[in-house]
């Protein structure tokens, strides 16, 4: 959620912070705004998107070699030109563009008016602006300190001073990276924002600020004491950031998922072993929570049967959110997994903080190198599964899948037991199966044009595909904004079959497993009341011809692997509706792609 890019250098700012902007877009955001030192604070702003921005007639006018950039996505006030970032101080000296929460927000406006300062937004982050003046006297590092040992809850900072040529940031809880050039620095809340210019970074952590100039930076924590950042030289290509030849970033991932699995495999697998660099003694483990928000929750679901029924160690799998407020049950012998894309959700990263206070285990499951989560973890798993761009999460989630399946593999083979050659092989074939279903891209097209009409949807699978069936409806509801529920099969006798007529499509995912001939019952009790059934199979039959509608094949695989196989189709399905609808298929409304706030 929220974008920040910064820049200091000699280049012409306002194409650098516009294009870093941009790139930002797929985060999430409502309005955008740019403030440029030249002569004062020039500041620019606008309510929606930032072509918008890009076209008002003043920033053509802006020029400077300083300045910050903002994409809001609204939390406190409404989206408008005045909440929009960056926000300036009475005396327009100071400006600030801030991602997170200010938790005492009340108690510090309220301080401020008293002290006769006009507070114009309806933003918590306008604030930091005032305070930020209150202390300053000539050192804005030092006033910046002083206002963020006031400030409870969460912040990623940019601020700048019109007569300073530097840029103060400053992390708590909220991405916050520093970009290292010749001659020239960047801040950014994302490494996508800077990759044009540079692909040395550092990650700063929670409690930490930095001063950047435009050949030099120092971090510190807030007692001013001097800490190391280290630089990581960063991975991905600008062609991974880009959309190529695909319509939707969304729809590219979709397509690169045999290229993830396949990164996931690399290294990892040799010799018939499972090789993860783990420092867990698994002897030790006598319960697994996992916790994760979204999509990642619905991998989570997968991971339990796969860990459980691999390893007989018990899991319960929580939405990150109600975790940290339930007052779980955990201790040192337990293990907890947190698993997120982008390694920032706000959420997950408070269960992972109330697991640690009760002093269990902690691992991370996380796309994006140096994000919090992998800070904040005894130890992780990296998936190298590229950069998601897309908002609706698909080959970060095949990637999750892959991974927690990989883990029950390893602690299989740390208790002693051998890896199934049969599971070895459908491990290696995984990557040509999933390119056989994209093959089959176009008539799974033509399937979802007969419901881009459609109102409402019910997905239905048993045992592993149930949280397929979830994951399914999440990603319809999330890019076409059609209703749609998932549901164990066996529960639709339990009330969802009252919804069932002929406006009523239904998903069924009745791959071969010890579930099929029950999951062909309940497909006959939707014919039987005028549903239109979606049948996702390895094989046509005559008696999924006789029920089903429509027939997508897929190709056969273990069961453990069948999640994978079987959501490629669900994501397939919902991409292809809402393009139908001429929906932004990246950019779903409401929706960020990041959650760093509550």
Not at 200 to 224: C, F, G, H, M, P
Request: glycine fraction near 8%; charge should be neutral; aromatic fraction near 6%.
């Amino acid at each position: 959620m929220c974008g920040i890019i910064g820049y200091i250098g000699e280049r012409e700012i306002v194409p650098v912070l516009i294009g870093g902007l941009k790139r930002l877009e797929y985060r999430g955001y409502d309005s955008a705004g740019i403030c440029v030192i030249n002569n004062g604070l020039n500041v620019v702003k606008k309510k929606g998107k930032i072509f918008e921005l890009e076209n008002q007639p003043e920033l053509k006018e802006i020029k400077g070699k300083i300045g910050i950039a903002h994409t809001r996505w609204a939390t406190h006030g409404e989206p408008n030109k005045t909440n929009a970032h960056p926000h300036l101080d009475c005396n327009k000296e100071i400006a600030i563009v801030h991602n997170g929460i200010v938790e005492n927000y009340h108690s510090l406006k309220k301080l401020l008016e008293n002290e006769g300062h006009k507070i114009i937004s309806n933003t918590d982050s306008e604030i930091i602006a005032h305070l930020i003046e209150k202390f300053y006297s000539k050192d804005l590092e030092e006033a910046v300190i002083k206002t963020l040992k006031l400030i409870k809850g969460t912040f990623g900072l940019a601020i700048i001073h019109k007569n300073e040529n530097k840029i103060i940031v400053a992390k708590r809880g909220s991405p916050l990276i520093i970009g290292i050039g010749e001659g020239e620095m960047f801040v950014a809340s994302d490494v996508s924002a800077i990759l044009d210019y540079t692909k040395k970074v550092i990650y700063l952590r929670d409690n930490e600020i930095a001063e950047i100039t435009k050949d030099n930076y120092s971090i510190k924590n807030l007692e001013r004491e001097k800490v190391d950042g280290k630089i990581h030289e960063i991975q991905w290509t600008i062609n991974q950031i880009e959309k190529g030849n695909f319509e939707h970033f969304m729809l590219k991932e979709i397509f690169e998922q045999p290229e993830a699995i396949e990164n996931i495999l690399r290294g990892r697998l040799k010799k018939g072993k499972i090789k993860l660099s783990l420092n867990l003694d698994v002897g030790q483990i006598n319960k697994i929570i996992i916790v994760a928000c979204g999509t990642s929750w619905h991998s989570g679901l997968i991971g339990k049967y796969l860990i459980e029924e691999i390893t007989q160690i018990p899991v319960e799998v929580d939405y990150a959110s109600e975790f940290r407020y339930r007052n779980p049950i955990v201790n040192e012998n337990d293990l907890v997994i947190a698993i997120s894309q982008s390694g920032e959700t706000a959420d997950t990263l408070a269960a992972l903080k109330e697991a640690k206070s009760k002093n269990a285990k902690t691992i991370g499951i996380v796309n994006v190198v140096g994000s919090t989560i992998t800070q904040d973890v005894d130890c992780g798993i990296y998936l190298h599964a590229g950069p998601e761009i897309g908002v609706a999460s698909t080959k970060a989630f095949t990637s999750q899948v892959m991974t927690l399946l990989l883990f029950a593999l390893y602690i299989k083979q740390e208790k002693g037991f051998e890896i199934e050659k049969k599971m070895l092989e459908e491990l290696e074939n995984l990557p040509g199966k999933i390119r056989e279903i994209l093959e089959k891209s176009e008539e799974i097209k033509k399937i979802a044009e007969n419901f881009k009409e459609s109102s409402n949807f019910l997905y239905l699978g048993r045992g592993l595909n149930f949280p397929v069936a979830l994951e399914g409806a999440l990603k319809l509801k999330e890019i076409s904004y059609i209703h749609a529920e998932g549901y164990p099969a066996a529960e639709m006798k339990h009330g969802p079959i009252a919804l069932i007529d002929k406006n009523m499509p239904v998903v069924f995912l009745a791959t071969k497993n010890n579930y099929s001939n029950k999951i062909l019952s309940n497909m006959q009790e939707v014919k039987a009341r005028g549903g239109r059934i979606v049948a996702v199979v390895n094989e046509k039959t005559s008696e999924i011809d006789k029920l089903a509608d429509y027939v997508i094949e897929v190709p056969e695989t273990l069961n453990y692997l069948s999640p994978i196989i079987n959501v490629i189709a669900l994501q397939l399905i919902a991409y292809y509706i809402a393009n139908f609808k001429e929906i932004d298929v990246d950019k779903p409304r409401n929706l960020a792609k990041s959650v760093t706030v509550e």
